[in-house]
């Protein structure tokens, strides 16, 4: 059996959230809450009241897995949509204090510039779902901004049967919250693989560069950037 066949979605048990101590690893606290599944976490930080704040994508149940599943099959009929979330939980006690979803479109794979990793941060990036796309049948066929303080999104769609890696972002400089995004593309009509650079302060423009490369890279997942 693989992997993903030793799970099972049982949401009368609850999601449990388990408070740790970064530096011994020790049990702090230990909370449950509504159900919920979710892959990947955005980032996260402890706020003036000295609250986690969490940034998450969460799925109402775990058709995800099936929809995976069906990904590598090239014949999608399971939907599974998840959405960009903010959880706040009290670490003393591991309580949920708030519980907010901030986008309704289908995304995930969120990410944000290094710089602000376990900080407040303004912006996330995102793979997501084109306009309209039928999320029974396709991937995800574009990447997004959401800028957390207008609560607005800015989205970068590949185009008809193109495919985006998640994004990856590379900063300007060592302080900047701005820099490029970098994506990998498959075109599926033509197939063939190139990469595209965005400015991360206007998705919603043409890429600044776009390189063909020589051979396909079917669409994949997680990466980042490496300077020097």
Request: proline share 7%; glycine share 6%.
């Amino acid at each position: 059996a693989s992997f993903s066949d030793a799970m099972q979605w049982k949401p009368s048990l609850g999601t449990q959230i388990l408070i740790f101590d970064r530096q011994t690893l020790s049990l702090v606290s230990q909370g449950e809450t509504a159900p919920w599944f979710q892959w990947h976490y955005g980032n996260g930080y402890v706020n003036d009241q000295g609250n986690i704040v969490v940034e998450i994508v969460r799925y109402p149940d775990f058709k995800t897995n099936q929809n995976l599943k069906e990904v590598a099959t090239g014949n999608i009929k399971t939907p599974a949509k998840g959405t960009l979330w903010e959880i706040q939980v009290n670490p003393l006690t591991g309580k949920v204090i708030k519980s907010e979803e901030l986008l309704d479109i289908g995304c995930d794979f969120p990410i944000v510039c290094p710089h602000r990793v376990s900080d407040d941060w303004r912006y996330t990036y995102l793979s997501v779902h084109r306009n309209n796309a039928d999320l029974s049948q396709e991937i995800f066929g574009a990447i997004a901004c959401f800028d957390r303080k207008l609560g607005t999104i800015t989205m970068a769609d590949m185009g008809e049967h193109c495919y985006p890696s998640e994004p990856i972002f590379v900063p300007r400089s060592p302080s900047a919250e701005t820099g490029w995004i970098i994506t990998v593309v498959y075109d599926g009509y033509y197939h063939h693989s190139e990469v595209r650079i965005y400015n991360s302060e206007s998705l919603n423009l043409d890429p600044l560069c776009r390189l063909k490369l020589p051979k396909v890279i079917p669409p994949s997942f997680h990466g980042t950037w490496k300077n020097k």
